[in-house]
């Protein structure tokens, strides 16, 4: 139906915007050594399965065939699920995007010794010379023919390079030169003698709520604040957005929501502060608070608990996650 594509539409919109702020944020978290992972033993075939399937619609929307050649055995490394599915969306939706219509894009893993490796390659535009040995730099600077036509490579190779080292690994990127398409071969220690565990990767989004509920967004990022409110109207909600933390309590008092879904990060006004002057007003004091952060680490947990907060999703927060918290709202 129209309504389902939509949803669909607005989901991978959701999901671009946030991943190009988040990407951002990562990289300095990551140097801030604020990062945590939260590793389990995952397999790398279907983790790259997944990850194909989340850039299908782009995938065909450009009209590329992709070859995938999986290992016959199963890769299992030791893990953290989402930020190896951020790796592994910024691998392929590179090769993706740096790929005239029509291109081609292989996927292949397999093991090397005690080493799962995986390479993304294409035949897109390809590197320059000059730009190989920089392409995992924060903000690369140079000309048209080294920003690859399409605004520049950004941060994500710098997010995926940051990443792989610390899950213990590598990445390096070959090119012939422009025109000549571009691999990339990630490296990560196989977690040998262990056995994966039944959660591979993070769920998919569920299907619409069977329940309609009154909800507060709250971010000072206009564009990811109205396109999450849009799409959590399509699951059938009711929304409103605020972008100034310190309207969230008038409105709240107003609007009486089920849920304020509040980032912590807020400037002015910051999350925490928010959410102890929710709880301090007997109206609204019964309200479910879900902090939107981008630190995962316990005293992070414990400053969100202590705010009065009821849930603490990291960012880059996922749609089946955030939903199925709403779902689980009380009646």
């Known amino acids: 139906s129209d309504q389902t594509e939509l949803r669909a539409v607005i989901e991978r919109q959701v999901g671009h915007l946030g991943r190009i702020v988040d990407d951002l944020l990562d990289v300095s978290r990551i140097t801030g050594g604020k990062i945590a992972l939260k590793k389990e033993i ?15 619609p782009l995938l065909e929307a450009r009209r590329h065939t992709v070859e995938l050649g999986l290992s016959d055995e199963p890769l299992q490394i030791d893990a ?21 219509e029509g ?4 996927l292949e893993t397999r093991r090397e010794n005690d080493v799962a490796v995986l390479r993304v390659r294409d035949n897109g535009i390809g590197i320059s010379a000059a730009l190989l040995p920089k392409v995992f730099d924060l903000f690369v600077q140079g000309d048209r023919s080294l920003d690859r036509t399409e ?6 190779l710098t997010l995926v390079r940051r990443l792989v080292e610390m899950h213990g690994g ?14 990339f ?18 769920a998919e989004p569920e299907s619409h709520p069977r329940i309609r509920r009154r909800l507060l967004v709250v971010d000072d990022n206009r564009d990811f604040a109205n396109t999450l409110s849009l799409l959590l109207e399509t699951f059938g909600h009711e929304v409103r957005t605020v972008y100034d933390g310190r309207a969230v309590v008038p ?8 849920a304020v879904l509040l ?55 996922e749609v089946g996650e955030l939903t199925r918290v709403i779902d689980a709202l009380p009646s």
Not at 151 to 156: M, R, V
Request: charged letters at 20%; hydrophobic letters at 40%; one cysteine or more.
């Open 42 to 56: 995952l397999d790398l075939n279907a983790a790259v399965s997944h990850a194909l399937e989340s850039c299908r």
């Open 80 to 100: 953290d699920a989402t930020r190896l599915s951020q790796v592994l969306l910024n691998l392929i939706n590179n090769a993706v995007k740096y790929t005239p």
């Open 103 to 106: 291109g081609r894009v292989w």
């Open 151 to 156: 605004g520049g490579l950004g941060i994500g």
């Open 170 to 183: 590598s990445v390096a990127a070959f090119s012939e030169g422009a025109g000549d398409g571009s691999e």
């Open 185 to 202: 071969v990630v490296r990560l220690p196989l977690a040998l003698g262990r056995v994966a565990t039944p959660r591979m990767l993070p």
């Open 251 to 258: 409105m709240a008092t107003d609007y009486r929501p089920d």
């Open 263 to 317: 980032d912590i990060g807020l400037p002015g006004m910051n999350g925490y502060e928010i959410a102890r002057e929710l709880r301090s007003a007997p109206a609204l004091a019964q309200v479910t608070l879900v902090a939107f952060t981008g630190y995962g680490q316990d005293e992070d947990r414990r400053r969100v608990r202590e705010a009065g907060f009821d849930f603490h999703l990291v960012k880059p927060v």
